[in-house]
């Protein structure tokens, strides 16, 4: 394989970025150090800030409120874009999160993602439970 080739094939692969977390509290910031990790390899830390913020939302939902039994854990999926990042946060819990009304108990979550995305969305997964996405794309750059 040429130096070419091989280069290429590097870059393919690192498109894509999945990790498995076990279902506690930690877990939200090995993930935000994984996410930073994979924008700087990207050259999209300019989407650092917002994406963190959109990331931990996700993930808290996730241990907070999906009911998983002990050998189930939280996957996140990492996908770079041209200009913006897709997150994935997947749990094996089938019931969706809800916008709630905000009160001074909660419900701020989801309409950080919201705000802080260009889009998100649920999505069941194949097996069992679902995928909560998000996109969000670096100041002046779009998520293709
Ligand atoms: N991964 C999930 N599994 C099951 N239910 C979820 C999940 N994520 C969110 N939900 C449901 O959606 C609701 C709204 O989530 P949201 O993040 O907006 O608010 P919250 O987590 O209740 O409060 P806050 O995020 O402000 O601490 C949650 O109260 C929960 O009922
Ligand atoms: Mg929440």
Redesign the pocket.
């Given at each position: 394989m040429s130096d070419l080739s091989a280069a290429l094939a590097r870059c393919q692969v690192d498109v894509r970025r999945v990790h498995r977390w076990i279902h506690e509290p930690r877990s939200v910031a090995l993930a935000r150090a994984e996410l930073r990790d994979a924008l700087s390899a990207w050259g999209l830390s300019a989407a650092e800030d917002d994406a963190v913020v959109v990331l931990s939302?996700l993930m808290?939902?996730?241990v907070?409120?999906?009911r998983l039994s002990d050998e189930r854990c939280i996957e996140t999926v990492f996908c770079r874009g041209w200009g913006g990042v897709r997150m994935a946060v997947d749990?094996a819990?089938e019931?969706?999160?809800?916008?709630?009304d905000q009160d001074v108990e909660?419900?701020?979550?989801?309409?950080i993602v919201a705000e802080l995305s260009d889009r998100w969305g649920v999505h069941p997964r194949r097996r069992l439970g679902k995928s909560?996405w998000a996109i969000v794309s670096a100041p002046g750059g779009r998520y293709l």
């Open positions: 939302e808290t939902n996730a907070v409120h999906a749990d819990d019931r969706v999160p809800q916008l709630r909660g419900g701020r979550g989801l309409a909560v």
